[in-house]
């Protein structure tokens, strides 16, 4: 007897890609475009964004016809990624439409989602399905908006994987008590590729090229840099990474500094990040606020190898002690700042070459796209066994939806008027919105 | 000659494209001879779980036969007029219900991630989809438009652009120092942005509001935005004007404002080219940038109100130029097959079940 061909299983992955300069930046778009080939060996996956493009080399399918592709070939799993961004506000709707693994970037929000997310009363819905009895609250029922967590998002994923190790532990604390749709949790590396994490040049003395992808604001300290490499009592030439839309506030920034030698990148993303770093002799990532984690620019600072400043707050705290420098947010962070890079200036290139190796070692073992990659396809697999009767579950819920909505028409109010009852009907049955085909009769 | 029932969606109080479009094919049908008339049933996108039977009950309405007179075939327009049953049935497509798909998860929608509300949006979508697929005759009124349905239905259509109404009458005059803006007074029609723009804009430029409000709370707001920035003397609201007032404000129009966002198809754009004024436009207006070419016919600028402020400076600044981009527009548009000469193949086209071609 011939055993069934393996079918790989098809998953409908939500991501922002491509469009204005930050969406195809950040987190999200960074990892489908470093992991999208590895997880393709293991997996049919049908990229799903806010534009379709199917003539591209990964075909694009746009959000709004993954729900049509489903009904013609159930998807396996749905994935969806979040971020503090209105690049990821198509996920977020659809979440709670159809929920799945939520790989989180953020777990800290700066807004609602779109308006009509505000309108629906999430709770009662979530209480509503996890009950019993499953019913549906009145159709005017509103729902007042929490925040800054994304408590609506965490509920609404049976499944999750947080970027940031300090996420799932907020997450733990804030959120994992509430009534949700499940619980499992992982905490997933930025995969760094490593074609592209080239040894930096060694060098030694005290001229430092100084490498930064903050943006001019004051969560990534941009202020603190400047006002430290103003001071330093070593030589630096700072290299900025920007955003085009940034340069005129840091051509500012540096001009009331008055930063002896900056250079200013346009066009941030991880991979422009990743060239710089040949030639860099120190990266500086600073970060304090419980919004925006710093993303993937750490990891790969860290796989090519370049010693690295931190802010010692967040995430940076669960980092090893011996492999990095640390500054202290506040009063004393820019002298900290200038005392390290004088600390650093005296490394001999033998002792920046070890420190290199070092943190590359550490990086490969984290942040490696096969080891990455392979970590969450099996978390995929993992949930695709797990959330099988959820899925089916969920599909019935689907139709009971339905069921509600039709009940609700006019067709159904017992009236004396039974042409109105008897001709709409019939036209409902004539489109397609009721009758035997579609299993649901009024 | 054919019996052609058009059929029309109106919103009542309120006055759009849509109305000059199926007002002005009647006509032009009735012009070469066929025997026309408009059906029209009221419609209302709230609440939103009625959009189901409203959709219907175009399904119930019997069309084939009048006086006993056959009917040979209906257009239909917008939806859900394309929910109707005939044998012969042509789609010139204005729109579908857009908060279900280019509108969808936008300020724009109403329609959220509750369960019942993403079936009422599937259950359109596949209505669409079956009602449209019933049509001899498929286009929409811009490639917008088309690309759409194409991208959300997966149907093909032609794209067909509707010709002037007033095609022949429109003209140029000297510049006076005023923007127009004409049409709905909604919140997708972003005449605010414009509102906004005014305090970075030169002094003695005024803003000419030509249409009436059909949203709650609209007039309210702008009046707030005007009260804000000490407006009042800059801002004029004409309410509806008859064609006469409309051409003459065109014609003195420094130029024109319209920068909604997406655009079906934007007859403004047109009927400002067609006088010879420049468009200032924004990146996202959709069917007018099918006509509004950057530095050519008009000014396509970020959907802020600072950089349309400063594209009306340009404009004020450099009149020559204004004028140049103005005069090319007026090219663009006897060229584009939007005057009345359009209308034999716009009606050919439609009626082309009819004729197997």
New interface residues.
């Given amino acids: 007897m011939l055993s069934k061909p393996f079918k790989k299983p098809r998953i409908a992955w939500f991501s922002p890609l491509t469009g204005d300069t930050c969406s195809a930046a950040g987190p999200s778009a960074y990892l489908t475009r470093t992991l999208i080939d590895e997880l393709q060996g293991r997996f049919d996956i049908v990229l799903v964004s806010d534009f379709?493009d199917r003539a591209a080399a990964v075909p694009v399918v746009?959000f709004?016809?993954a729900?049509?592709m489903d009904r013609e070939s159930p998807f396996d799993l749905w994935v969806y990624q979040l971020e503090n961004s209105k690049a990821t506000?198509?996920c977020r709707?659809?979440?709670?439409?159809q929920p799945g693994l939520v790989i989180f970037h953020d777990l800290l929000l700066s807004d609602y989602g779109?308006?009509?997310?505000t309108?629906?009363?999430?709770n009662e819905?979530l209480d509503g399905y996890l009950s019993e009895n499953q019913y549906?609250p009145s159709?005017d029922t509103f729902w007042k908006p929490e925040g800054p967590y994304a408590f609506r998002e965490a509920a609404y994923s049976p499944v999750k994987c947080f970027t940031s190790r300090k996420d799932i532990a907020e997450w733990r604390r804030t959120m994992s008590h509430r009534p949700a749709l499940g619980d499992k949790a992982w905490f997933l590396p930025y995969p760094v590729s490593p074609a592209a994490s080239s040894r930096p040049v060694i060098r030694e003395g005290s001229r430092l090229r100084v490498g930064f992808a903050g943006a001019p604001g004051i969560e990534q300290r941009s202020h603190v840099v400047l006002e430290a490499l103003r001071g330093a009592a070593v030589h630096t030439e700072l290299v900025w990474l920007i955003d085009p839309a940034e340069r005129a506030t840091a051509e500012a920034l540096i001009k009331e500094f008055d930063v002896e030698s900056a250079t200013l990148v346009e066009g941030r993303n991880p991979e422009r990040w990743q060239s710089l770093l040949v030639d860099i002799d120190i990266t500086i990532h600073l970060h304090f606020s419980v919004f925006d984690s710093p993303g993937p620019y750490l990891p790969v600072s860290i796989c090519s190898g370049v010693p690295t400043v931190l802010s010692e707050f967040g995430d940076a705290l669960t980092l090893p002690r011996d492999f990095f420098f640390f500054v202290q947010p506040g009063q004393k962070e820019v002298f900290e700042l200038r005392e390290v890079l004088s600390q650093f200036a005296l490394l001999s290139a033998a002792q920046r070459s070890t420190l290199c190796d070092r943190l590359k070692g550490y990086g490969q073992e984290i942040h490696s796209t096969k080891i990455v990659a392979g970590e969450l396809g099996m978390v995929i697999e993992h949930s695709i066994d797990e959330l099988s009767t959820f899925m089916e579950r969920w599909r019935i819920?689907?139709a009971q939806?339905?069921a509600?909505?039709l009940g609700?028409?006019?067709?159904n109010v017992k009236s004396s008027n039974e042409w109105y009852s008897r001709?709409?009907s019939?036209?409902?049955e004539?489109?397609?919105?009721t009758g035997s085909k579609t299993g649901v009769s009024r | 000659m054919a019996n052609v029932l058009v059929l029309g969606v109106k919103v009542p109080f309120t006055s759009g494209g849509q109305d000059v479009l199926v007002g002005s094919l009647v006509r032009e049908l009735r012009a070469r001879g066929h025997n026309a008339d408009l059906v029209e049933l009221p419609f209302t996108a709230l609440p939103k779980y009625d959009l189901l039977t409203q959709a219907a009950l175009w399904r119930t309405l019997p069309l084939e036969n009048f006086g006993g007179r056959d009917v040979d075939i209906v257009v239909a327009t917008k939806f859900p007029s394309y929910y109707a049953k005939h044998p012969v049935k042509s789609l010139w497509l204005v729109h579908q219900h857009r908060p279900i798909y280019e509108l969808y998860g936008t300020r724009y929608s109403d329609i959220s991630n509750d369960p019942r509300d993403e079936e009422l949006r599937r259950m359109l979508v596949d209505g669409d989809r079956k009602m449209i697929g019933e049509c001899a005759y498929v286009s929409g009124i811009s490639r917008n438009v088309v690309q759409r349905l194409k991208a959300f239905n997966d149907v093909e259509g032609e794209a067909l652009y509707p010709p002037l109404n007033l095609a022949g009458r429109y003209r140029c005059c000297e510049a006076e120092n005023f923007v127009l803006s004409v049409g709905r007074i909604c919140t997708i029609k972003r005449v605010d942005m414009m509102i906004k723009a005014l305090p970075i804009v030169h002094n003695f430029v005024k803003l000419k509001i030509a249409g009436i409000p059909d949203e709650p709370g609209v007039m309210d707001y702008l009046n707030n935005e005007i009260a804000k920035h000490h407006l009042w003397d800059r801002v004029e609201f004409l309410g509806r004007v008859d064609d006469e007032t409309l051409l003459d404000l065109y014609s003195k129009a420094l130029a024109v404002y319209y920068a909604p966002h997406d655009e079906d198809y934007g007859y403004v754009t047109l009927e400002a080219m067609a006088s010879g004024k420049p468009v200032i436009t924004a990146t996202d207006s959709g069917g007018v940038l099918e006509f509004v070419r950057h530095e050519e016919t008009g000014l396509i600028v970020e959907p802020t109100s600072d950089a349309v402020g400063h594209a009306v400076n340009r404009l004020v600044e450099d009149k020559v130029k204004a004028r140049a981009l103005g005069a090319t527009g007026l090219k663009v548009v006897e060229d584009a097959g939007v005057m009345a000469a359009g209308w034999d193949h716009v009606i050919g086209r439609l009626l082309s079940p009819l004729t197997g071609r």
Avoid: C, K, N, V
């Fill in positions: 379709e746009h709004l016809r729900f049509d506000w198509f709707m659809h979440l709670a439409i779109p308006d009509p997310m309108s629906t009363p999430s819905l549906f159709l819920y689907r939806a339905r509600s909505l609700s028409q006019p067709l001709y709409l019939a036209a409902f004539e489109i397609g919105w």
